[in-house]
């Protein structure tokens, strides 16, 4: 998790641009986890529908358990400066936009960006999916949005991540599937909690969180605690 800050104050001067895409949910742009393996769709729309949460299910249940290790030694810098565009192995990595903004982009409606720039999102709508509320953000209230890890790094460190090469946690800070910009303070709730002691206040979406959590953990091959597994299946019936 991270704050939505720095860049320098700018003026709002660029003219909106819908980033389109998507179906279903929030704004009629999210999509469900299971339709965006990759995390480059917008948002985290709802898991619906008996054969979608059989999927998810099925999905939770590769997910490798174990213990809670200690917090001991870590520090954001091991996962790389923030927001870094030369994280390689991620989507839209070198693309001469920061982390950060790129998701901004993906998620964000009616987006404006700074005055001379096609990256720096200085104002946007976010459908966020946590809460369920719409949200008009301007930069100079930078926290009103953040930027959630998803599986936060403190807890992949506790499960692993300690061991592993630099450039493997750098991947994980800063892939599109485990960023979702939202509601700064649900975010800051959150902290870095599994889903045994947080989930998304917006009930309709807790399959769906359960799901995106279970797609970071397959895709970097770290487990869980199995209280966090037990919750997850439930969320989605299983």
């Known amino acids: 998790m991270a704050l939505l800050a720095g860049c320098e104050a700018v ?11 998507g179906d279903a949910a929030s704004g009629g742009r999210a ?8 995390g480059t769709g917008p948002g985290l729309a709802p898991v619906t529908g008996e054969s979608d949460r059989a999927e998810s299910v099925d999905l939770i249940a590769e997910v490798a358990t174990k213990g809670r290790g200690p917090r001991t030694g870590y520090d954001r810098d091991e996962f790389g400066y923030a927001w870094m565009d030369t994280a390689d192995g991620v989507p839209l990595a070198r693309n001469g936009c920061d982390t950060r903004n790129d998701v901004l982009r993906r998620d964000g409606q009616e987006v404006r960006f700074r005055s001379g720039s096609d990256c720096v999102v200085v104002a946007m709508t976010l459908d966020d999916p946590y809460t369920g509320t719409t949200i008009e953000w301007r930069k100079q209230e ?12 403190s807890y992949s460190w506790q499960m692993g991540a300690s061991r592993w090469p ?8 800063n892939d ?14 959150k902290g870095d909690s599994g889903p045994a002691t947080w989930l998304p206040p917006d009930k309709r979406i807790r ?14 091959e770290m487990p869980v605690t199995a209280a966090d597994k037990r919750m997850m299946l439930e969320q989605c019936g299983g």
């Open 31 to 38: 999509v469900s986890p299971l339709d965006n393996p990759d």
């Open 11 to 21: 003026q709002d001067t660029g003219s909106p641009t819908d980033t389109g895409g």
């Open 207 to 220: 399959c769906a969180y359960a799901v995106r959590f279970a797609q970071v953990a397959v895709k970097y």
């Open 166 to 173: 630099e450039a493997k946690r750098e991947r994980l800070a």
């Open 176 to 189: 599109t599937l485990n960023l979702i910009p939202v509601q700064g303070r649900a975010n800051s709730a």
């Open 142 to 153: 930078a926290a009103e949005v953040q930027i959630d890890h998803v599986v936060p790094l």
